[in-house]
T-cell receptor, first 113, second 113 residues
């Protein structure tokens, strides 16, 4: 039982390049989430998927797209990376109810030059 | 606007003593509160939670207190151990709508042996 896995662990991009961050969970959770963590800002929600086939914007969605490929996988795509997207990205999964805990992956550290 | 606030960026305590981490929130719609612990280069891990219908929840050395009228919660760790040294995030979610977490900016706890 691996929980939530993310790939890659670290990536360096040049401004304007694109990339996809991958996330998978094996806990049979309905909901999945993408957060970014910046110094002094805590974690902020980028996009979430309440169930397979649905996605919605969070607090900071600009510059990102997501795909809920199936119940297990939720990817985050940067179409044209900008230095402001330098951050640590965390994927999480959890139940649909407010009382259900979210479980986080180990994170992807992204540096955009 | 930060809806969940942790006003102390850091806290140092002696091993064996009590650690008290504080969190304030502004949105009265929040009904579920969580504490996450984060080590460097790892994802946040769930520590303890509390529903708004309770004012206290205890799990071993960890106790969370909720004061709804003051929109304040605190995490008590007794006794503190060196392995507790980490960044602690307070998070909140709403009763209705998607199960999205709103995070504070974190408090770095250092337990001195």
């Amino acid at each position: 039982n691996a929980g939530v896995t993310q790939t890659p662990k670290f990536q360096v991009l040049k401004t304007g390049q694109s990339m996809t961050l991958q996330c998978a969970q094996d806990m049979n959770h309905n909901s999945m989430y993408w957060y970014r963590q910046d110094p002094g800002m805590g974690l902020r929600l980028i996009y979430y998927s309440a169930s397979e086939g649905t996605t919605d914007k969070g607090e900071v969605p600009n510059g990102y797209n997501v795909s809920r490929l199936n119940k297990r996988e939720f990817s985050l795509r940067l179409e044209s990376a900008a230095p402001s997207q330098t951050s640590v990205y965390f994927c999480a999964s959890g139940g649909s109810l407010s009382s259900e805990t979210q479980y986080f992956g180990p994170g992807t550290r992204l540096l955009v030059l | 606007d930060q809806q969940v606030k942790q006003n102390s960026p850091s806290l140092s305590v002696q091993e064996g003593r009590i650690s008290i981490l504080n969190c304030d929130y502004t949105n009265s719609m929040f009904d579920y509160f969580l504490w996450y612990k984060k080590y460097p280069a790892e994802g946040p891990t769930f520590l303890i939670s509390i529903s708004s219908i309770k004012d206290k929840n205890e799990d071993g050395r960890f106790t969370v207190f909720l004061n709804k009228s003051a929109k304040h919660l605190s995490l008590h760790i007794v006794p503190s151990q060196p392995g507790d040294s980490a960044v602690y995030f307070c998070a909140a979610s709403k009763l209705t709508g998607a199960n999205n977490l709103f995070f504070g900016t974190g408090t770095r706890l250092t337990v001195i042996p």
